[in-house]
């Protein structure tokens, strides 16, 4: 049996992105218009068309925000991420020590996007790999050799789905 869990995306952090791109479009129509009416030229085309790849970069990743997906199925988690932040992870079921709700960590990015997920390294805790559509909501998975935190719907009904699954493993 699979459980997919769809969680539910902060306001806040795609306003963020939303914001970032309008504001990065907005650079590259004005070196564009810099390139054509100021002695900029050349240099003005390439940081538009620069600025563009970025405004891209960002599009993609608040698009990436609304297909993460959690997976759980009698023996895995598997966690559906964008490789703009590391792709898709499965978390055998057997390997997982513990289960926690927790607040959302101040944490080192190691690799990734912010307010989205990736690498991180977190004080108290080590290397993490975080999935994360809100500030809210999270849980906090350890294994053997890696942590995880996600932020599932509902994360104590999520937490009491997982142990069960463990426990029937």
């Not at 891209?56 to 932040?85: K, P």
Request: no cysteine; net charge positive; hydrophobic share 50%.
């Amino acid at each position: 049996m699979k459980i997919v869990n769809k969680p539910e995306v902060s306001r806040a952090t795609s306003f963020l992105y939303v914001v970032l791109f309008v504001f990065i479009a907005a650079l590259a129509v004005f070196f564009l218009f810099a390139a054509y009416f100021t002695p900029m030229g050349e240099v003005g085309v390439i940081a538009s068309l620069a600025s563009l790849l970025v405004a891209a970069i960002v599009l993609t990743i608040l698009a990436s925000l609304y297909r993460t997906r959690y997976i759980l199925t009698d023996r895995e988690l598997i966690i559906e991420t964008t490789i703009l932040i590391g792709g898709n992870k499965s978390v055998p079921l057997e390997a997982v020590k513990s289960i926690e709700k927790t607040l959302m960590p101040f944490g080192v990015r190691l690799f990734g996007a912010s307010f989205h997920g990736g690498y991180y390294h977190i004080p108290g805790l080590g290397r993490a790999f975080l999935s994360i559509t809100n500030l809210s909501n999270a849980l906090l998975i350890k294994t053997d050799k890696r942590n995880y935190i996600i932020t599932p719907n509902r994360p104590l009904d999520s937490k009491g789905t997982m142990e069960r699954k463990i426990e029937n493993l």
